[in-house]
């Protein structure tokens, strides 16, 4: 669980992305201003692990209140879920997804993404992994904005050196 209150800006919140239940980057509106402006956020992340099999759940909460540029001041939250499952010791399988909701509080803009998808992790020998996932993510805006629909997929042969070996 965190909470924060602070004075910032565009560049530091991009460097300060943070994983939530599906363990990538969240989904983030872009700065709107170089500007700095005053943010307050909330997370809490639950996660339990058992044998095989992994659940994981966030929830985010975040507003946004620029010093000259009002139009750009923002309310966002949402949450991501995640669950794995490892089927044999070499395969295993995720399904997860999230809803974010945005509101420009001074703008006609609302948006909602929701992302739904699945990861097929395949490792063989020690040190190699294949990873095979997929990704729907839709968005529905109502205002300024347009919605879209988006599929992504991605396959990624990943190193991942023993443990002795990292040490």
Known sequence: MSLAHELTDAGSSFSSFRAGAIGGIPTAPAAQSADTYKTSRGSAQWSYE???TDFAVSGRYERDMYDRSSQSDQTRYGGELSIE???T???SGQVHGSYY???YLHVVFLSNDRMVGGVLKWRFGRDIELSLSYDNLVRTASGLGAGFRENRGFLAVAYRPPAWVRK
């Open 101 to 103: 909701r945005t509101d």
């Open 85 to 87: 499952r490892r089927i």
């Open 50 to 52: 058992r044998n095989r």
């Open 89 to 91: 010791p070499h395969l």
